[in-house]
T-cell receptor, first 112, second 111 residues
Framework: GAGVSQSPRYKVAKRGQDVALRCDPI?????LFWYQQALGQGPEFLTY????????KSGLPSDRFFAERPEGSVSTLKIQRTQQEDSAVYLC??????????FGQGTRLTVV | GNSVTQMEGPVTLSEEAFLTINCTYT??????LFWYVQYPGEGLQLLLK?????DKGSNKGFEATYRKETTSFHLEKGSVQVSDSAVYFC???????????FGAGTRLFVK
């Protein structure tokens, strides 16, 4: 597609519920990143894929967070047993040829 | 570790005023430096970048110069417009675009 697409745009989850956030990257972009942006803060790195390989997951805050990109295109970020501190905007980005990152509009997750 | 510090906002300016948003960084090696902008209701987008010392990035009237001696990358614009109202993020990447590290963001209001 023309840009990075994320769905849903907004998600309200009850505490303890599992959620899945989807990222459709720009076609042909090899690198894909997930970031978490808390209110009033800058994005913080969660994890990085090169094609289907997850090369860095050092930013995932706990083992409740899991990301996959099985065919090297669409990626899903899953959060199990959501907690209130998981409330944030989750951003997906892909990297173009000149190392410029292209961001999706994000998914705003609110855990109640 | 690598980090970015930028001036706290919000910054409120009148139209046609001069803008400076300070940004300093800590990094090993020679990072690339970026300014990203987030307009209301939109995603982050790259505003400008510089990949080595003394490079000047520029776009839409905004400029920033990569100063290795002061580890700074301050954003400037000579005459702001209402349409420049947004949140501005300074960022660095030590390995091209991999694992970009962002500052906390500075909100700009132009009235």
């Amino acid at each position: 597609g023309a840009g990075v697409s994320q769905s849903p745009r907004y998600k309200v989850a009850k505490r303890g519920q599992d959620v899945a956030l989807r990222c459709d990257p720009i076609s042909g972009h090899v690198s894909l990143f997930w970031y978490q942006q808390a209110l009033g803060q800058g994005p913080e790195f969660l994890t990085y894929f090169q094609n289907e390989a997850q090369l860095d997951k050092s930013g995932l805050p706990s083992d409740r967070f899991f990301a996959e990109r099985p065919e090297g295109s669409v990626s899903t970020l899953k959060i199990q047993r959501t907690q209130q501190e998981d409330s944030a905007v989750y951003l997906c980005a892909t990297e173009g040829r000149n190392t410029e990152a292209f961001f999706g509009q994000g998914t705003r997750l609110t855990v109640v | 570790g690598n980090s970015v510090t930028q001036m706290e906002g919000p910054v409120t300016l009148s139209e046609e005023a001069f803008l400076t948003i300070n940004c300093t960084y800590t990094a090993t090696g020679y990072p690339s430096l970026f300014w990203y902008v987030q307009y209301p209701g939109e995603g982050l987008q790259l505003l400008l970048k510089a990949t080595k010392a003394d490079d000047k990035g520029s776009n839409k009237g905004f400029e920033a110069t990569y100063r290795k001696e002061t580890t700074s990358f301050h954003l400037e614009k000579g005459s702001v417009q209402v349409s420049d109202s947004a949140v501005y993020f300074c960022a660095l990447s030590a390995y091209g675009g991999f694992k970009t590290i962002f500052g906390a963001g500075t909100r700009l209001f132009v009235k």
